[in-house]
T-cell receptor
């Protein structure tokens, strides 16, 4: 997993609660990404970061926010979790945007 | 609209047999195409990358082909092993727009003893 960890690995939460997922990398990669993976869909980009404090929206960003205060950490926050946000969330990183993306092990989130 | 379609959705083969997975894309402009292997409960791991000028690239028992004219790619697995059981994801990178990586939905391969 190329020095990328995600925490927690599993989480069950109730509708309406805030949730924060953490991605930590030791590769000193500039770019970091948050994806969600759902049956019948390819990985879909939620938000990405191209440097400390530099972030942008992806394809499915509604209901999510991100922060990157350090090169190694990229946080994904579900402001008020809904059942439609039940998914597996993957963090990915690369040094340059055209390089191979390295993926973390994923976080399985269930919203009840 | 940029899209990546993979077929079949799932495939079951016997250990030792060969198989070919397909990827068709309508992504433009094209930058490169990667095949990823995703084991159950893990993140995807890159197998091969193909650029516009490359037709074939091998990585051990995995051989990827690319036909940029017809916008088709295939991943051929030779002499399959039980450890090949996984999902295989085709990803096309474009050079325009925000969503530069377009992911296919994957082919789930199961290799039986």
């Amino acid at each position: 997993d190329a020095g990328i960890t995600q925490s927690p690995r599993h989480k069950v939460t109730e509708t309406g609660t805030p949730v924060t997922l953490r991605c930590h990398q030791t590769e000193n990669h500039r770019y970091m990404y948050w994806y969600r993976q759902d049956p019948g869909h390819g990985l879909r980009l939620i938000h990405y970061s191209y440097g400390v404090k530099d972030t942008d929206k992806g394809e499915v960003s509604d209901g999510y926010s991100v922060s990157r205060s350090k090169t190694e950490d990229f946080l994904l926050t579900l402001e008020s979790a809904t059942s439609s946000q039940t998914s597996v969330y993957f963090c990915a990183t690369n040094w340059a945007s055209e390089d191979e993306q390295y993926f973390g092990p994923g976080t399985r989130l269930t919203v009840t | 609209k940029n899209q990546v379609e993979q077929s079949p959705q799932s495939l079951i083969i016997l250990e030792g047999k060969n198989c070919t997975l397909q990827c068709n894309y309508t992504v433009s402009p094209f930058s490169n195409l990667r095949w990823y292997k995703q084991d159950t409960g893990r993140g995807p791991v890159s197998l091969t990358i193909m650029t516009f000028s490359e037709n074939t690239k091998s990585n051990g028992r995995y051989t990827a082909t690319l036909d940029a004219d017809t916008k088709q790619s295939s991943l051929h697995i030779t002499a399959s092993q039980l450890s090949d059981s996984a999902s295989y994801i085709c990803v096309v990178r474009t050079t325009s727009g925000t969503y530069k990586y377009i992911f296919g939905t994957g082919t789930r391969l199961k290799v039986l003893a």
